[in-house]
T-cell receptor
Framework: GAGVSQSPRYKVAKRGQDVALRCDPISGHVSLFWYQQALGQGPEFLTYFQNEAQLDKSGLPSDRFFAERPEGSVSTLKIQRTQQEDSAVYLC??????????????FGPGTRLTVL | DAKTTQPTSMDCAEGRAANLPCNHSTISGNEYVYWYRQIHSQGPQYIIHGLKNNETNEMASLIITEDRKSSTLILPHATLRDTAVYYCIVIPNTGNQFYFGTGTSLTVIP
């Protein structure tokens, strides 16, 4: 069956450009998560949605990062005025449970962002 | 939030059992232990989780000590495809974040 998909898989941006990363969760999954994974590190939480509501955005590193899920399915992570330190793999995960954290999270393959 | 400690890396011979330890000495009574793994260039994959009792599924077994301060993930017959970074995660009792840490890099050797 279809899993979590992310696009693009690879993105190269010049410093200062805006980027938008897309996540298509598993159909019917209530919860959606974004993580940032720097090279050689584990994923770090960015933000969490339950349906269209963004319930936790405590992990977003700056106000240049913005996420939305307007219809409770597809989500977009937008990074404005990209900096070199934003270079990382951005992972999206979804889960069927409303609570999110006590139910298995299914991860997408990630988008590798490189900022030059 | 409860923290976990894992060895940085481990090797295991193909066909043998791989035993991956995790310390979580500050775990709270209602916090679960989850294990995920991440094969190179892929997203993390759920393996197993538990609260108090030992658990087994088609992928692995999870042994949790009686005091819940540590656990061991067991891959009974490791294959080359099990080479990955394995993350032990304790679910926080507030919020919805998974704290992955740096995990254990397991290399299965032919």
């Amino acid at each position: 069956g279809a899993g979590v998909s992310q696009s693009p898989r690879y993105k190269v941006a010049k410093r200062g450009q805006d980027v938008a990363l897309r996540c298509d969760p598993i159909s019917g999954h209530v919860s959606l998560f974004w993580y940032q994974q720097a090279l050689g590190q584990g994923p770090e939480f960015l933000t969490y949605f339950q349906n269209e509501a963004q319930l936790d955005k405590s992990g977003l590193p700056s106000d240049r990062f913005f996420a939305e899920r307007p219809e409770g399915s597809v989500s977009t992570l937008k990074i404005q005025r990209t900096q070199q330190e934003d270079s990382a793999v951005y992972l999206c995960a979804s889960s069927r449970g409303g609570s999110g954290r006590l139910v298995e999270q299914f991860f997408g393959p990630g988008t590798r962002l490189t900022v030059l | 939030d409860a923290k976990t400690t894992q060895p940085t890396s481990m090797d295991c011979a193909e066909g043998r059992a791989a035993n991956l330890p995790c310390n979580h000495s500050t775990i709270s009574g209602n916090e679960y232990v989850y294990w995920y793994r991440q094969i190179h260039s892929q997203g993390p994959q759920y393996i197993i989780h538990g609260l108090k009792n030992n658990e087994t599924n088609e992928m692995a077994s999870l042994i949790i000590t009686e005091d819940r301060k540590s656990s061991t993930l067991i891959l009974p017959h490791a294959t080359l495809r099990d080479t990955a970074v394995y993350y032990c995660i304790v679910i926080p009792n507030t919020g919805n974040q998974f704290y992955f840490g740096t995990g254990t890099s397991l290399t299965v050797i032919p």
